[in-house]
Structure formats: C-alpha cells, structure tokens
C-alpha cells in the first residue's frame, strides 16, 4: 500500500465510522473496516467522493431507489450494495 493508498484508506475509514447516525457508522463504517485495505487506490478514490453525499442519498443509491451520478457507478457502490445485503 502507497503512502497515498493509505491516506485515502484513513480519510475513508475516518469519514465513514463519523457520520453523525449510527446506521451510517456502521454500515459505511463496517464497510470500510472489512474491505478498505484490499481496496485499491482507484476504487478508495471513488469511496471518498461517495462519502462526500448525504447519508440520505447514498442509501437511496444503495437501495436502488434513485440512480447515482454518472461518476459514481463505479464497483465500490456495487460492492457496498453486496455489504449491505450481508450486513442487515
């Protein structure tokens, strides 16, 4: 991991486990725990302007109930819907 992979992974983990509600902290913060260092910088990259959404809509994207922006269908929303699923 690259010094720079591994500031995008601690910005990623920090942003997603400080939300502001629990169900974002664990969702997106358990998210990050179990799968953030096997990420790789790309695919950290997108995590961290994902984060940059409302809590509100990133679910809405993750429950398909809205499409997300063109440079967000990336495979780290594909990859938190499949955390998701095993989350809940």
């Known amino acids: 991991m690259t010094l720079f992979t591994h500031l995008l992974f601690k910005k990623a ?3 997603a486990k400080h939300r502001g509600g629990k169900e974002a902290d664990f969702l997106l913060g358990g998210f990050v725990e179990t799968y953030g260092t096997s990420l790789n910088e790309e695919e950290l990259f997108e995590l ?4 940059e ?3 509100n809509v990133i679910f809405s994207w993750l429950n398909v ?3 997300p922006p063109v440079e967000l269908k990336t ?3 594909k990859k938190l819907r499949n955390h998701l ?3 809940v």
């Open 13 to 15: 983990l920090y942003r």
């Open 48 to 51: 961290n302007l994902l984060l």
């Open 53 to 55: 959404y409302d809590d």
């Open 65 to 67: 109930n809205q499409n």
């Open 75 to 77: 495979t780290i929303l």
């Open 85 to 87: 699923k095993t989350a």
